[in-house]
């Protein structure tokens, strides 16, 4: 079948959803969706209905002509989901869902308050949090993450300009903070807030977050999400060049890349392994690695590639790149079916 365009998949998504009994929200950032999608999009939708979200997302990518390359949990409530289309390299967008709002496995919004507190946007024709809802979401995630001020504080005047004093006494209840600070000083000084040491001081007395931490290291050993090319090379330039351009067309379906040059000697199966599970896209020249018979076929090679192909023609060159991200694209979606889906 064709595949779907991204922005049809994009629009499509959020009333599949819908159509199956999950309401979802978008969480932050969605007033250029879907002409412009710079980065993952995060969305909430009902804690007790987060288990459905996985399958139901690879039923609407295969009906889409889509693939769910990558899923990577990386919260207690949170799946990171890469998908891409089967046609067109250039269509792949990223799914953040999330049930209740968690940092280091303790919960700070429920998700409950955020689908409660969702508006449909008639010209997008998705749903978004209503200003109270989103204020609460950008200070605790900006404390979560530790992030400078300035860096949210535009969305944040933003967001208070036409607030009364209901709303902000409401938002100021949604805070898993509210007693440490009064709706009135809290907006006062919102950038005092995200500064604020109480909600490290939190994480770092609750004795869950250490146990979460270890189950999700655990989990990644288990299910290691990084994906690692090996691919075979005429020459050390053309091995370079080969990975050079697959490095450019595959970076967004792994968090990080790793290029190893044919001159990186020493490379040791710890950094591969490392690199497998912090969901790492590996690209290495055959026999770079040697791989002992006690380490798992898990953190091996998950794709071979010839790359004698490449030669003077620079369309022919570019079409098999193309060729080879779309296998890719099959491979990973293979194996994220059978480690996730049991397909």
Same mark, same amino acid.
């Not at 992030?147 to 209901?166: F, I, S, T, Y």
């Not at 351009?245 to 020493?266: F, K, Q, S, Y």
């Not at 010839?306 to 060729?323: F, H, K, M, T, Y």
């Given at each position: 079948?064709?595949?779907?365009?991204? !922005?049809?998949?994009?629009?499509?998504?959020?009333?599949?959803? !819908?159509?199956?009994?999950?309401?979802?929200?978008? +969480?932050?950032?969605?007033?250029?969706?879907?002409?412009?999608?710079?980065?993952?999009?995060?969305y909430c939708v009902?804690?007790?209905?987060?288990?459905?979200?996985?399958?139901?997302?690879?039923?609407?990518? %295969?009906?889409?002509?889509?693939?769910?390359?990558?899923?990577?949990?990386?919260?207690?409530?949170?799946?990171?989901?890469?998908?891409?289309?089967?046609?067109?390299?250039?269509?792949?967008?990223?799914?953040?869902?999330? *049930?209740?709002?968690?940092?280091?496995?303790?919960?700070?919004?429920?998700?409950?308050?955020?689908?409660?507190?969702?508006?449909?946007?008639?010209?997008?024709?998705?749903?978004?949090?209503?200003?109270?809802?989103?204020?609460?979401?950008?200070?605790?995630?900006?404390?979560?993450?530790?992030? %400078?001020? !300035?860096?949210?504080?535009?969305?944040?005047? !933003?967001?208070?300009? *036409?607030?009364?004093?209901?709303?902000?006494?409401?938002?100021?209840?949604?805070?898993?903070?509210? %007693?440490?600070?009064?709706?009135?000083?809290?907006?006062?000084?919102?950038?005092?807030?995200?500064?604020?040491?109480?909600?490290?001081?939190?994480?770092?007395?609750?004795?869950?977050?250490?146990?979460?931490?270890?189950?999700?290291?655990?989990?990644?050993v288990m299910q290691?999400?990084?994906?690692?090319?090996?691919?075979?090379?005429?020459? =050390?330039?053309?091995?370079?060049?080969?990975?050079?351009?697959?490095?450019?067309?595959?970076?967004?379906?792994?968090?990080?890349?790793?290029?190893?040059?044919?001159?990186?000697? *020493?490379?040791?199966c710890k950094d591969?392994?490392?690199? %497998?599970?912090?969901?790492?896209?590996? +690209?290495?020249?055959?026999?770079?690695?040697?791989?002992?018979?006690?380490?798992?076929?898990?953190?091996?090679?998950?794709?071979?590639?010839?790359?004698?192909?490449? *030669?003077?023609?620079?369309?022919?060159?570019?079409?098999?790149?193309? =060729?080879?991200?779309?296998?890719?694209?099959?491979?990973?979606?293979?194996?994220?079916?059978?480690?996730?889906?049991?397909?």
């Open positions: 079948m064709e595949s779907l365009k991204q !922005e049809e998949f994009f629009n499509g998504y959020w009333s599949y959803l !819908e159509a199956h009994g999950i309401p979802s929200v978008i +969480l932050h950032s969605w007033q250029e969706y879907p002409d412009h999608i710079a980065s993952d999009v995060d009902p804690q007790q209905q987060l288990h459905r979200i996985i399958p139901l997302l690879n039923d609407y990518c %295969k009906q889409s002509g889509w693939l769910l390359c990558q899923i990577f949990q990386h919260e207690k409530s949170a799946y990171f989901c890469v998908c891409a289309s089967k046609s067109a390299v250039g269509d792949l967008i990223m799914l953040d869902v999330c *049930g209740d709002y968690t940092v280091r496995g303790i919960r700070q919004v429920p998700s409950q308050i955020f689908i409660e507190n969702r508006t449909f946007n008639e010209e997008k024709q998705f749903w978004v949090l209503n200003h109270d809802a989103e204020l609460a979401y950008v200070l605790t995630k900006a404390a979560a993450k530790k992030k %400078k001020p !300035e860096e949210v504080m535009g969305r944040v005047q !933003e967001l208070l300009v *036409g607030m009364d004093d209901a709303a902000r006494t409401r938002m100021a209840g949604f805070l898993p903070q509210q %007693k440490c600070l009064s709706p009135a000083a809290l907006l006062d000084d919102p950038a005092g807030y995200i500064l604020s040491s109480d909600w490290s001081q939190q994480i770092g007395r609750a004795s869950g977050s250490s146990w979460f931490e270890l189950a999700r290291k655990l989990r990644r290691p999400t990084g994906f690692h090319i090996e691919i075979s090379a005429a020459s =050390d330039p053309e091995y370079m060049r080969t990975a050079e351009m697959l490095e450019r067309a595959l970076h967004d379906t792994c968090r990080n890349t790793w290029v190893i040059a044919p001159g990186d000697h *020493g490379v040791s591969l392994v490392l690199a %497998k599970i912090k969901s790492t896209l590996i +690209l290495s020249r055959a026999g770079t690695a040697v791989w002992p018979a006690v380490v798992p076929r898990r953190f091996g090679v998950d794709l071979k590639i010839e790359g004698s192909v490449l *030669g003077p023609d620079q369309e022919i060159a570019r079409q098999w790149i193309l =060729d080879q991200v779309l296998a890719v694209r099959e491979r990973m979606a293979g194996r994220t079916c059978r480690r996730w889906l049991n397909q």
